[in-house]
């Protein structure tokens, strides 16, 4: 197992960062690498971003609502790998 940071992908090519609408996952929950996170919503949509990792989930660092620069860190996950 190996702990790595989730970061807030690129969703928007104009703006600089986006609001962290909804998380789909909370702190123990277990993800297979393509399931959904969380949304992101820009001025123009709603974006669904799917985990890159399988593993547990161990710390969110932001909660529903805040605004996060893109590529900042956002979450926690101990990885199979």
């Excluded at 986006?18 to 969380?38: C, E, I, M």
Aim: no cysteine.
């Amino acid at each position: 197992m190996a702990l790595k940071m989730i970061s807030m992908p690129k969703v928007s090519q104009e703006m600089e960062e986006v609001v962290l609408y909804t998380w789909f996952v909370k702190p123990g929950d277990s993800v297979k690498a393509g399931d959904p996170l969380f949304s992101a919503e820009t001025e123009k949509t709603t974006v669904e971003v799917e985990s890159e990792y399988s593993g547990k989930i161990t710390r969110l660092l932001v909660a529903q609502g805040d605004t996060v620069k893109l590529f900042s860190e956002i979450a926690e996950i101990d990885t199979e790998d």
